[in-house]
């Protein structure tokens, strides 16, 4: 079996792309004739699904990879997850990977539950069922190993991945990732350094092929120069970077999240493309697809220009 | 409107009882008539309502409230989570304050998304409609306060509450939340205490009668002596107490989350008390509904009796 970082850089190979697309279905910035039909939270999760259709479509062989982010979908209950599944179903219908962004964070059995509902399989009678089955999920670190180890198994078993959050993209990031620690040598470091020293550790026994580990750290591309200290702190780890678009990472800031192999970022961007149509002129409402694949078209180009500038675009 | 933290403190005083029963259905360990007839996930969602069901009917009139751990139930996808929707209805009918045990963190927008679907309201064509609607969240505090203020202004809004992760009661928890910060002062303390610092902050906009904030924080059984700590840095938040039972916290380690008045802490036993069947012989598995509520008069009467040699006992 193919472990998923193998699978994932496969992929971006080939669709020449680097890119994520975040699928976050906020309904308030849906096009006006989604929100004038929609009466109910079954018809507002139809819709999600309808719009979700319709970007994947447009984008699908643009991109490796999308990443819906579930508290758009919790939202709206039973609806809105229900949405979800078929979203990643479509999706992965479409040979896109499927990265959950859900940040889910527990202990032992419950981190176990978790595992087992979102990337692994469960057991009803003697038969082993997957159920959500993304390709990835993201996960929260803040309880140590306690929270991790127990997606490992899955990861392994059923070549799947995870991202673990080391530097988040927001403003007050810093009042915890960016607390400074002495060591006992008087070196002053800080938080987010000792996160990614554990997740190069929870990484090294899960690596593919080419050497990067299905253990990913999810690094902001708001803060460039964080990304860098990140990038020597976990050579084989896989980047999932948010922030680039409106959150403001340009292509420029987003080099430092990448290896000298070219490699080892996935830049992610969810409102600039899914939105794109209230951003650009050419577009109307109903053009929002179309909006979305010229976004990610312009997203690509970007990336591989400045990866091109600096010589690691690998293709 | 009652604000969430006024409703537990009367529900509390009413029922006698600091004890919250946490539903962590782990069908693993259900009753093996359960097991031996759940041959799909929709049997396996059935099973969980309806041992729910008897559980809470069984310690309704013993406890101030419950706290569905939402992984076991995410585990079996939609139809786990429709036995979620229907556990948190039921308890709410039988007069339970219901927690959920979700440990969400997002940011932005998308803490508004998870905030509006657990706690608040969404909008469906200018009508406001409640989702799973429970009446407090716990929340992970590791990307900041950008995590944390999207709720708060359902929490104020629709009298709910959220529980903030400070100090879990697993093992690892040292390995982030232990760590050691200097401050310019040269003087050494740790990261927890930063975290509690910012919860009694943002706690502070949202304080009922009591006295007491609707912004609580998760503070683990098995940490006495961190305990002691955190109830001087944070005197008006409640905290959410695990680790009592099986994770090895007693009623003697739980009396440093309490506070002056006899209030302060909620104590949380979830296995210990729902599968209680397989630790006590007096019991078989028909019976697991009447062993729960056996290890809740057990455990009030523990609690209850350690407060009362401390002169701690408002009763």
């Not at 062989?61 to 078929?86: C, H, M, S, T, W």
């Not at 390709?135 to 078993?157: C, E, H, M, R, W």
């Not at 938080?191 to 750290?217: F, I, M, P, Q, R």
Request: glycine share 8%; with cysteine.
């Amino acid at each position: 079996m193919i472990t998923f970082i193998d699978n994932l850089i496969n992929k971006i190979k080939f669709k020449k792309s680097h890119a994520v697309v975040g699928l976050d279905p906020d309904f308030n910035n849906f096009p006006a004739y989604f929100k004038n039909n929609a009466y109910s939270l079954t018809e507002i999760g139809e819709a999600i699904l309808e719009f979700n259709i319709k970007i994947i479509d447009a984008i699908c062989d643009l991109v490796p990879a999308i990443k819906p982010q579930i508290a758009f979908y919790e939202r709206y209950g039973l609806d809105g997850i229900n949405a979800f599944v078929k979203t990643v179903n479509y999706g992965k219908k479409k040979g896109l990977i499927v990265i959950e962004d859900a940040k889910r964070n527990d202990i032992g059995s419950t981190a176990t539950a978790y595992s087992e509902g979102h990337i692994g399989r469960v057991e009803i009678n003697g038969k082993s069922v997957p159920v959500f089955d993304v390709d990835a999920i993201t996960v929260n670190p803040y309880l140590g190993s306690d929270g991790i180890v127990p997606f490992l198994q899955d990861v392994k078993n059923y070549g799947k991945g995870i991202f673990v959050l080391v530097k988040t993209s927001n403003k007050s990031s810093i009042e915890l990732q960016d607390i400074k620690i002495n060591d006992e040598d008087g070196k002053t470091y800080k938080l987010y350094e000792v996160v990614a020293k554990l997740v190069d550790n929870w990484g090294k026994t899960v690596k593919g092929k080419s050497g990067y580990s299905s253990v990913g750290a999810v690094v902001g591309a708001t803060f460039p120069t964080d990304a860098r200290i990140l990038r020597k702190l976990m050579p084989k780890t896989y980047f999932l970077v948010p922030g680039f678009g409106i959150q403001g990472g340009k292509a420029e800031d987003v080099i430092s999240s990448f290896n000298e192999d070219g490699l080892g970022a996935l830049i992610n961007a969810s409102r600039s493309v899914i939105y794109a149509y209230q951003f650009d002129e050419k577009f109307n409402e109903v053009q929002f697809a179309d909006a979305a694949r010229d976004a990610v078209l312009k997203m690509n180009k970007e990336i591989n220009q400045e990866l091109k500038k600096r010589q690691l675009l690998i293709w």
